[in-house]
Each structure stands twice: as C-alpha cells, then as structure tokens.
C-alpha cells in the first residue's frame, strides 16, 4: 500500500533528525496538478509523470511529494524538503529555557492539496514513532509574503531535548484516509482495516485514532474512569426469577457521562445470568453505556438456592461489585444507596460542605419510609450531627428514613488535618450497610468547586473555603477592598470557609459552613442586608435578620436582581432581603 522513499538524515548540533515520507496512489487533486506541471508526452509516460516515480529533475523527490511540497518536478526540490530547527522557550516554572525541536514544511498557497494529510511525528529511537496532539503543538501557518508563494508550516514537538540526546521528526504525507501497514498489523494483526470503521465505540474513526496517535481498540485509551452503582444492588427473588429491578451503574469522566462505553457483567459460572433485555441471557455481558452514561442488565437468578451471588461490573480497568441473593437461602435484605457526599476534603473543625445522603430501597427495590437509620463514626476524629448548627455533634446519630427513603447527615471533621474518617451506615429493617469516606486537609488544594457570574464579573469559591472574583468592580463587587476592575483573579478580602456564592447584576453573597450569609457590591433596594443604608460595600457585610442581629442557620443562598434568598435549615424557611422582600414556606 505505501511505496518507501529513502530517508534524509540531517544533524544539527547534538540532535538528529529524521525527514521521512509514506506515501499512497490514487487521488484526483493529483491528476488535476499532473495536467498543471506535465507536458502531454510526459502525462502519457508513468515513469515520468506517475505518483510513484521520481520527479524528471533527477533529485530523488517523487512526483507526489513534489506535488504536497508545492514544488515543480522539473526542477531540484531538495533545498525545499521539511527543514528541522529548535524553538527555545522559556519555562513559567522553573524561568529556565527548554529547547523544543520543530520541523517546517511548505505547501500551496493558492492550490492546497486538500486531498493530502500531513502528520509530523517524532522518535528518539528510530525504533517507535509518536504523533498527535500529545507530543505535538497546534501547526502553525505562516501566510506567503508575495501571492503565489508557498505558505509554510511549522509543527513543534511538546517534547523539549537536551543536548545530550537526539531526536528524530519526520513528516508523513498521506493522500486519503488510508492507514500505514505497519500501524494496522500493529493493532489488529492484519491490513485491510476499514480507516471509517471505530472499532472501540469511542466515537473517533480508526482514521482518527492513528492520527491522535490513540488506540483503535481501547476506548478510555488508558484513562481510568469512575463507575458508581445507582441501582439495582442487593436484590432478592425465586430461583430462576429474573430480578425485579434492573442493575445500573453510571460511568463517568471528570464527572461527565461516558456514552457507548463498554461495561461488562459477569458472574461465576452456574450463577445466573445477565441479558439487556428480559431474553437471550448469559453469565458475561458487555453493555454500552446510553447518552447519560448508565448501562443497564437484567439478572435471572439461577435454579439452584445461593446464599450470595457476587456479581462483578468493570470498565476501562476500574470494577465495582453488586450482590443478589434467592429467597430460599437468605432472608430478605434492603440496600443503601449512596445518593451525596462520599469521598469529600475538607479543613480541620469545619462542617463538609455537603452531607451524607442514603436511600433505604427493600428487596423489592423501593424506598423503604420510616426506617431506622444510624451514622456512625467507624474512624477518624469527626462528629456527626443531623443538624450542626443547634448541635455539637457526637460519635452516632440515629435518624428515620423520609417518604422517598433518604437520610442524611452532617459531618464535622476533627482538630487533626490529613486524617482519613470512616462513617458506617446501618440500616436493622430491613438490613443493609453503606459507609462514607472523609479527609481532612491542613490545605485543600485550589479548585474552584463553585462559579457564579453577575453582569460583568464573575465569583469562584474555591474548595479551601475562599473565594475569588475578577471582572467590572464599579460597585466593588469583587469584594476586594477597591473599586478597580480586574483583569485577573483577586481574592475577596476577609472571607474563610466558604461553601456556596451567588450573585445577579452587580452584588455577591456567599454562605459560610457558619451558616452565615455575607454580601458586597451595590446596595441598591437594600441588596445587601445589612441594615439602612444603600451605601455600596468593596468589603463582605454580613447579612442581618434584624436590628444587630446576624442571620444564621442558613443552608442555601440565591440571587436575583437588587435582592438575594436564603433558605434556612432550621425550618426550611425562605427569606429575602431587598426589592420584592418575601418569605414563606
């Protein structure tokens, strides 16, 4: 499929590069330029005019990559071949200067080889080659300076050299999507594969996969992703009974749905078997996931009783597991479902920012009302509390399931930062276990878990509890202390353990794990709440419920133009304050 033309090997200092070609026939782009450059004695002669053959000026180019190169076959092309060079940048971290080698080639100006792909790629060993946007940065075209001349590309390698090692860069010019023999046996052992075709389900052509330098066969191309059960767990039913609820897990990425992806059910052999629909069952199943990222299987029971059947879910290298049980050897078992809250940082002596959420579902699969329900602190130096505003929180807090089977409650973490607590959750009828993850940290790392945007600027609350703003600050809405708009990111002065923002129009709140609300900004319709005055604030006030005294217990903020709404936990009561001032249930 690919005719090899011999390599150029160039040395510049203590690096060496590599300038390589892999070239295919067929094209009617070529043909039209064919017409262009050759005499009609010369199109009739292949040796001369053909792809593959050697350009007629005798410089070893073929006639393709003269083509490609913008280059007239009747004259030398070697002295306009990709030229190789390094690009010294500096670093922002260390401030010291890397050296990144780069490779240049040209190409029409006027008549671009839109049937042509050109792909860079890079060695250290002549051995295995690297292409893609992980080891190249975006091309970048310099426009011709007279019309008619070439425009020049230049790919540069995110991977820096030092003057001890060497590096190879090499250029393949491709016409049509066709993919090299060597990369298709090196991924499915044979050639003849579809370039169209997606042989992982993750969306990008095979074409595609070459080009990112990805691979055609994995769909998480080696990135873990999260898997979470959302139903389905714990069931029990008559032997050869197909559960009454369906299994479901979620997988995710950065918190976003994976869609098609492949999920496997399987359990040992001779117990039970799975199917995507209520048919066709077997022991092991592969199920794509569906456009919010869920992958459903129906489970049939086997005909001999099982005290427990272990069922394993896994993806892209990550596995969780689920249980099923006949009724015949087991008594009937409830679960509890994980809804909020698991595997959360936070400071020491500091309320988490969200809570610990259940759901008690019976062996029939619905939510279990009015079950007794106990958090308990199994590890670590926290305290658990259904309220932690009006309560100092203890070592176990038993509460009672609602109408739709949820419990929740709060945790504060202990004096002791990079401790690791463990909460166990016991549910008596019917039975079933759950348990949360915490961890405290002396510093929690600086990602912004909450954005909200106002008419002109912008506030991130970041997940130490501080809060930053950048934007217009005509009415010191970015809380700083100044009225100077920012262009970048300044930290809104006097604010710590912050849990939530909110802003609309040119005032900002925010909510501490206090449970006090403080505002900044325009104060027009008394926005901010604190008190008479429509002064603006370029400093956090906090909120009043009445004359001197503090607003408290709040567990959510809002914000609409000049006014802003709390929710408190004590009795669920909504306030505002400012124009259009309302409360009720």
Not at 430 to 453: I, N
Not at 487 to 498: K, S, T
Request: proline share 7%; glycine share 10%.
């Amino acid at each position: 499929m690919f005719a090899p033309v011999p390599s150029r090997l160039l040395f510049l200092g203590a690096l060496a590069f590599l300038i390589g070609f892999a070239i295919s026939v067929s094209g009617d782009t070529y043909l039209a330029w064919k017409a262009r450059v050759f005499t009609d004695t010369e199109q009739a002669d292949p040796a001369i005019s053909g792809e593959l053959a050697l350009s007629p000026a005798a410089d070893g180019i073929p006639n393709l990559l003269k083509y490609a190169f913008a280059l007239d076959p009747h004259k030398d092309g070697s002295f306009a071949l990709p030229q190789l060079s390094l690009m010294q940048i500096v670093d922002p971290e260390s401030g010291q200067p890397r050296k990144f080698p780069a490779i240049t080639y040209r190409v029409s100006s006027t008549d671009y080889p839109s049937d042509l792909y050109f792909v860079p790629e890079i060695s250290f060993d002549l051995q295995s080659w690297r292409r893609g946007e992980t080891v190249f940065d975006s091309p970048i075209s310099q426009a011709p300076v007279n019309a008619g001349d070439p425009t020049f590309v230049t790919c540069r390698a995110l991977l820096p050299v030092t003057e001890n090692s060497k590096a190879f860069l090499r250029v393949r010019v491709f016409e049509g999507q066709t993919l090299p023999d060597d990369w298709q046996i090196a991924n499915f052992g044979h050639v003849g594969v579809d370039p169209s075709g997606d042989a992982d389900g993750d969306g990008r052509s095979n074409f595609e996969e070459f080009l990112k330098d990805t691979d055609p066969n994995d769909y998480y191309d080696g990135v873990a992703p999260e898997v979470t059960v959302v139903s389905g767990d714990s069931q029990y039913g008559d032997p050869s009974s197909v559960l009454a609820l369906p299994l479901v897990v979620k997988v995710t990425h950065q918190s976003q749905p994976l869609v098609n992806a492949p999920v496997e059910f399987r359990v040992p052999p001779d117990s039970g078997a799975f199917s995507q629909s209520p048919a066709q069952f077997s022991e092991a199943i592969v199920i794509r996931t569906s456009d919010s990222g869920l992958a459903t299987a129906y489970f049939r029971l086997p005909p001999t009783p099982a005290v427990a059947i272990a069922i394993s879910i896994s993806t892209g290298g990550i596995s969780v597991a689920m249980a099923a049980y006949t009724n015949s050897a087991v008594e009937p078992r409830g679960s509890l479902s994980i809804i909020e809250g698991n595997n959360q940082m936070g400071l020491p002596n500091q309320v988490l920012s969200e809570p610990f959420v259940v759901r008690l579902l019976g062996a029939d699969g619905q939510p279990v009302a009015g079950a007794t329900i106990t958090f308990s602190v199994s590890a670590g130096d926290g305290r658990v509390a259904a309220d932690p505003f009006n309560s100092p929180g203890s070592n176990s807090v038993t509460l009672t399931t609602n109408d739709e089977g949820l419990a929740w409650i709060y945790y504060t973490h202990g004096p002791v930062p990079d401790t690791v607590s463990e909460i166990s959750v016991v549910a008596t009828t019917p039975a079933a276990e759950a348990s949360f993850s915490a961890r405290s940290v002396a510093y929690a790392p600086l990602t912004p878990r909450l954005v909200a945007a106002g008419a002109s600027h912008t506030l991130a609350c970041y997940s130490d509890g501080t809060v930053w703003a950048w934007g217009d600050n005509t009415f010191g809405q970015l809380g700083d202390g100044t009225t100077t708009s920012r262009w970048h990111r300044a930290q809104v002065a006097g604010l710590a353990n912050v849990i939530a923002v909110s802003t609309h129009t040119d005032t900002s709140a925010a909510l501490r794990s206090d449970g006090t609300v403080w505002t900044w900004g325009d104060n027009v319709d008394h926005a901010l709440g604190d008190g008479d005055s429509e002064e603006a604030s370029a400093l956090p006030v906090q909120v009043l419920q009445g004359a001197g005294v503090p607003l408290t217990n709040v567990v959510a903020i809002a914000s609409g133009y000049s006014h802003n709404l709390v929710q408190s936990r004590r009795d669920g009561l909504g306030l505002g304050v400012g124009l259009g001032l309302s409360a009720g249930k």
